[in-house]
């Protein structure tokens, strides 16, 4: 089975720009996760994906927003580039939990991340 | 507000000692504690889980211990081999939703 895709891998914008980035989840997974990774801050979850509905947000201001589609790829968008957005964005995808409600383990796999560099 | 808090300074071991990582965490009453490895640039892999109802969990050379009462989860390498080196991340949360420590690097020398 290929694993999580994520693309680009590397991305260079400047301030004031916006960017999309692109997840490819493994075949069969209907959870997406984005999360933002800093030296600084650590892992930081954005935002869950489910079925094409956003069913879970982290405390990240609405320039980060992100979608679903049907086949259950997802993109995730930052609008207005600041400096402090540089970071590594990676994705992480994962079976349907639903059926086992919120304490059921669906284990998350982590696609290579996206490298993105604010100038 | 929760927390989880993980060691920042780098774990120097040597080949074949046992490392073991502490996860601390406030705020949570977690059904579940999770350990995932990282290497440079590249995303984390899930190694572990542990439930709060068990105690003890063992993979390999690897264990865990998950206590309630601390609020803390210990991870242990045994016999560790360079190739063991990287960053290790406890992580907390359901549905989706995880919240990760800042992880700990582990260097493991010959």
């Known amino acids: 089975k290929a694993g999580v895709t994520q693309t680009p891998r590397y991305l260079i914008k400047t301030r004031g720009q916006q960017v999309t980035l692109s997840c490819s989840p493994i075949s069969g997974h209907r959870s997406v996760s984005w999360y933002q990774q800093t030296p600084g801050q650590g892992l930081q979850f954005l935002f869950e994906y489910f079925s094409e509905t956003q069913r879970n947000k982290g405390n990240f201001p609405g320039r980060f927003s992100g979608r679903q589609f049907s086949n259950s790829r997802s993109e995730m968008n930052v609008s207005t580039l600041e400096l402090g957005d540089s970071a590594l964005y990676l994705c992480a995808s994962s079976l349907d939990g639903l059926a086992g409600g919120p304490f059921f383990f669906n284990e998350q796999f982590f696609g290579p991340g996206t490298r993105l560099t604010v100038l | ?110």
Request: include cysteine.
């Open chain 2, 1 to 110: 507000s929760q927390k989880i808090e993980q060691n920042s300074e780098a774990l120097n071991i040597q080949e074949g000692k046992t490392a073991t990582l502490t996860c601390n965490y406030t705020n949570y009453s977690p059904a579940y504690l999770q350990w995932y490895r990282q290497d440079p640039g590249r995303g984390p892999v899930f190694l572990l889980l542990i439930r709060e109802n068990e105690k003890e969990k063992r993979k390999e050379r690897l264990k865990v211990t998950f206590d309630t009462t601390l609020k803390q989860s210990l991870f242990h390498i045994t016999a560790s081999q360079p190739a063991d080196s990287a960053t290790y991340l406890c992580a907390l949360g359901e549905w989706g939703k995880f919240q990760f420590g800042a992880g700990t690097q582990v260097v493991v020398t010959p």
